[in-house]
């Protein structure tokens, strides 16, 4: 993958990523959880050696808590994963709660905004007459 290229990963990793300060190169401060579980490691592991980070902990977002039976269990599993590079890109992640697929799951949307770059016009020595 060229370095100009975006890389965005929606994935369902079933990774808990918590607040530890040893995640927050790749992960930030908004994390739902306040540890780390063994699944969260291995993706901080994969955002680290593929220089990406972990934007669905790096903006700051209504907590939304589903309820299991008579227990309240707030659980942020779903992630948006993107090039450090182009980390600016992604301006706000979110859930859609629209269609119900009998899981305990929802889509995972993000709102990107691509920069172009202005390209320079090829133009040769101009010529005085």
Do not use: W
């Not at 060229?2 to 369902?12: A, N």
């Not at 992604?90 to 905004?113: L, Q, T």
């Not at 320079?120 to 020595?125: N, V, Y």
Request: charged fraction near 30%; include cysteine.
């Amino acid at each position: 993958i060229s370095r100009y290229d975006v890389l965005i990963l929606f994935e369902d990793f079933n990774a808990k990523i918590g607040r530890e300060d040893f995640l927050q190169h790749v992960a930030g401060k908004h994390s739902l959880h306040d540890n780390t579980n063994t699944n969260g490691k291995t993706l901080s592991q994969l955002t680290e050696s593929n220089e990406l980070i972990i934007k669905s902990t790096c903006l700051e977002k209504k907590k939304h808590i589903k309820e299991h039976g008579k227990c309240r269990v707030i659980n942020q599993i779903d992630y948006v994963l993107i090039s450090r590079r182009q980390e600016s890109s992604i301006i706000d992640v979110g859930s859609a709660r629209g269609p119900n697929c009998d899981s305990d799951h929802y889509v995972v949307r993000a709102k990107f905004k691509e920069r172009m770059a202005r390209a320079e016009c090829a133009q040769g020595p101009r010529k005085h007459i």
